[in-house]
C-alpha cells in the first residue's frame, strides 16, 4: 500500500511538472526593444568578426533603450535631452546603424559598407541626435578646442614643437630633426585631440577578402579636442568610451587619469593621495555609479572628478545640488593651470583667440596683469565659486567648505608670487642677452623657467585644491620650486 502509494505522489508531481512547463511556455515572453533591420544586419557580421565590440555594446542602455522610452523618465532621471527626436528612430534601440549613418551629406568618411552609406567616425555632432544638450555645452568648452588652442596659439605651438623636435649628432654637431606625425600623435595631440582628414578610398584585407574602406589620417584618436571629419569638434568616447558609452566608467577618476597626470596636469595623482582618493579606493565597489541624479551619500561617499566638474548632483531625497554640464570649466572661477600665472577662467573655449595688453596670446603678461578682457569678471567668478562650494557642502560645513577655498587663494597667489620672480629674473637675463627671447622654451635658464611654474606652481595649486599635501611639498612642490629659483637666480649672476 505504501509503495502503491509512493508511486502515486511521484506520477502527480511529475504531471504537475509538466502542467507548469506548458503554463510557462504559453506566457508570453518580454520582448526586448527593437532592433532596425539595418542594426541586425550589422550584428549578423560583426557579432563574427568583431565580438568585442559587439559584446560591449550589449551591456551599454544603448541597446536596451528606445529614445521614445527614454523620454518617458521623469526630467531629473533622463540621460537623453532631445525631446524632438526623427521618428524613424524613435522606436529602436541604439545600434550600430543608428550612430554611424548620421548626417551622411557632412561626412567625409562616409562609405559604400555592403549597400549601407556608413560613417566611420560617430562625432559629437551626429550624438547630438539625442543629446543635444550636452553637445552644446561640451561646444563652448576648453576641451572642445584643445587642438585649436595647441594649434593656433603661436606661443603653445612654439613649446610644442620645441619639446617635439628630436636631436641628431651630425659630425661635431647637434641638429634638429623634426618629430613624424606619428610620435606627435602618441604625445601631446594624444589627449589634445587630433585633425581627421580623409585621402579617398583605400583598399584593406578583412576575413571577407579586400574591402575598399576611407584613408583617414589623424586615426585612430580619442582626444578631447579631435577635428572630425565632419568638422564637428570633440570626442564623446574620451570620456564614455565606445561602445558601452558607459556613465560608470565616465564617474570613475581612472577616466580622468588618461590625461592628468603628473607633472603638469597632476590632478590624478593628487587625487590618489587625497582623503577623498582614499575613500574612493576603499568604498568604490560598494558604490551606485549608474543612478542619475547621482546622490551624495546614498550612492558615494567622496567625491570623484566628476562629482566636482559636471555630475547632477542631489540629496537623499531628490533635491537638486547642482546641475549636470559637460562645460568641465563652467564651475571653474580661476584657472589654476597657470600659463605662467593663474587667472580667471577664460569667458570663451577658444583660448587662442586672448591677446594681453603686450599683444601675445597669453591670458596674462610677464608680470602677471591678467587680460580682463577675455576673462570672466570678479561677479561671474563670485557666482562660479558658490557652484562649487555646493558641491562641497554637500559633504562639509560651510566654515570647512569657506577655509578650504581661502586656503586655495592664499597658495594660487603665494606660487604666483614665485613664478613672477622667476620671470623677472628670465626678462633680466634676456635685456643682458644671457639668452634669446626668439624661442622662449630652448635654452637651460628658460627651460628652468618653464618647470616652474608647468610643473611646480601647477602641482601646488592642484595639491591645495584636492588635498594632496606631498604634491605640494615634496613631490614638485614647494622643495623644487624653490630649488628651481636658486638655480635660476646662480644662472643668472654668475653671467
Known amino acids: 500500500m505504501k509503495q502503491k502509494m509512493f508511486y502515486l505522489v511521484c506520477t502527480l508531481i511529475f504531471f504537475i511538472s509538466i502542467v507548469k512547463t506548458f503554463a510557462a511556455e504559453e506566457q508570453p515572453q518580454p520582448q526586448s526593444p527593437n532592433l532596425s533591420k539595418q542594426t541586425q544586419l550589422c550584428l549578423t557580421c560583426h557579432k563574427k568578426y568583431t565580438p568585442g565590440i559587439v559584446e560591449d555594446w550589449l551591456t551599454s542602455r544603448h541597446s536596451t533603450t528606445t529614445p521614445e522610452s527614454a523620454l518617458k523618465k521623469p526630467v531629473l532621471e533622463r540621460r537623453i535631452s532631445n525631446e524632438h527626436i526623427p521618428e524613424t528612430l524613435q522606436s529602436v534601440v541604439?545600434?550600430?546603424?543608428?550612430?554611424?549613418?548620421?548626417?551622411?551629406?557632412?561626412?567625409?568618411?562616409?562609405?559604400?559598407?555592403?549597400?549601407?552609406?556608413?560613417?566611420?567616425?560617430?562625432?559629437p555632432n551626429d550624438c547630438k541626435t539625442c543629446h543635444v544638450v550636452e553637445v552644446e555645452q561640451y561646444s563652448e568648452s576648453k576641451k572642445a578646442h584643445a587642438l585649436d588652442n595647441l594649434q593656433n596659439n603661436p606661443v603653445y605651438h612654439t613649446f610644442t614643437e620645441t619639446v617635439l623636435t628630436a636631436k641628431e649628432i651630425k659630425g661635431n654637431r647637434i641638429v634638429d630633426i623634426r618629430a613624424s606625425?606619428?610620435?606627435?600623435?602618441?604625445?601631446?595631440?594624444?589627449?589634445?585631440?587630433?585633425?581627421?582628414?580623409?585621402?579617398?578610398?583605400?583598399?584593406v584585407s578583412t576575413i571577407l577578402g579586400d574591402i575598399d574602406v576611407p584613408d583617414i589620417s589623424g586615426w585612430p584618436n580619442q582626444g578631447v579636442g579631435r577635428i572630425n571629419p565632419d568638422g564637428s569638434y570633440g570626442a564623446c568616447t574620451s570620456c564614455h568610451p565606445r561602445h558601452s558609452f558607459s556613465i560608470e566608467i565616465a564617474r570613475k577618476p581612472y577616466t580622468c587619469s588618461q590625461c592628468h597626470l603628473e607633472p603638469d596636469?597632476?590632478?590624478f595623482n593628487v587625487y590618489k593621495e587625497s582623503k577623498h582618493g582614499n575613500i574612493f579606493a576603499s568604498k568604490y565597489q560598494e558604490?551606485?555609479?549608474?543612478?542619475?541624479?547621482?546622490?551624495?551619500g546614498?550612492?558615494?561617499?567622496?567625491?570623484?572628478?566628476?562629482?566636482?566638474?559636471?555630475?547632477?548632483?542631489?540629496?537623499?531625497?531628490?533635491?537638486?545640488?547642482?546641475?549636470?554640464?559637460?562645460?568641465?570649466g563652467s564651475r571653474l572661477w580661476v584657472?589654476?593651470?597657470?600659463?605662467?600665472?593663474?587667472?580667471?577662467?577664460?569667458?570663451?573655449?577658444?583660448?587662442?583667440?586672448?591677446?594681453?595688453?603686450?599683444?601675445?596670446p597669453l591670458p596674462t603678461d610677464f608680470l602677471g596683469h591678467p587680460a580682463s578682457e577675455y576673462l570672466i569678471s570678479k561677479t561671474e567668478q563670485t557666482l562660479r565659486q558658490r557652484e562649487m562650494k555646493k558641491v562641497c557642502q554637500g559633504c562639509h560645513s560651510t566654515d570647512w567648505a569657506d577655509r578650504a577655498f581661502t586656503k586655495l587663494d592664499?597658495?594660487?597667489?603665494?606660487?604666483?608670487?614665485?613664478?613672477?620672480?622667476?620671470?623677472?629674473?628670465?626678462l633680466n637675463a634676456w635685456g643682458r642677452g644671457l639668452a634669446d627671447p626668439t624661442n622662449p622654451f630652448d635654452e637651460l635658464i628658460e627651460y628652468l623657467w618653464v618647470r616652474q611654474w608647468f610643473v611646480y606652481?601647477?602641482?601646488?595649486?592642484?595639491?591645495?585644491?584636492?588635498?594632496?599635501?606631498?604634491?605640494?611639498?615634496?613631490?614638485?612642490g614647494w622643495w623644487e620650486l624653490t630649488t628651481t629659483l636658486r638655480e635660476i637666480q646662480e644662472l643668472v649672476q654668475n653671467k
Open 181 to 203: 606625425n606619428n610620435a606627435k600623435a602618441e604625445t601631446c595631440y594624444a589627449c589634445h585631440g587630433t585633425k581627421i582628414t580623409v585621402n579617398g578610398l583605400k583598399s
Open 298 to 328: 546614498v550612492d558615494f561617499k567622496a567625491p570623484t572628478c566628476a562629482t566636482c566638474h559636471n555630475s547632477l548632483l542631489a540629496t537623499s531625497d531628490g533635491k537638486v545640488i547642482v546641475q549636470r554640464t559637460h562645460d568641465f
Open 335 to 360: 584657472r589654476i593651470f597657470g600659463l605662467p600665472y593663474s587667472h580667471p577662467q577664460p569667458k570663451n573655449g577658444k583660448t587662442y583667440l586672448i591677446k594681453n595688453k603686450d599683444d601675445m
Open 457 to 476: 606652481a601647477n602641482s601646488i595649486r592642484f595639491a591645495s585644491a584636492m588635498g594632496g599635501a606631498d604634491y605640494a611639498t615634496f613631490e614638485n
Open 94 to 123: 541604439v545600434g550600430c546603424y543608428e550612430c554611424h549613418s548620421q548626417n551622411p551629406s557632412l561626412h567625409k568618411d562616409n562609405f559604400d559598407h555592403f549597400g549601407f552609406q556608413i560613417n566611420v567616425v560617430v562625432s
Open 287 to 296: 558604490w551606485n555609479w549608474t543612478n542619475v541624479p547621482w546622490k551624495v
Open 265 to 267: 596636469v597632476p590632478a
Open 410 to 426: 592664499c597658495t594660487i597667489a603665494e606660487t604666483d608670487k614665485m613664478v613672477l620672480t622667476s620671470t623677472q629674473l628670465l
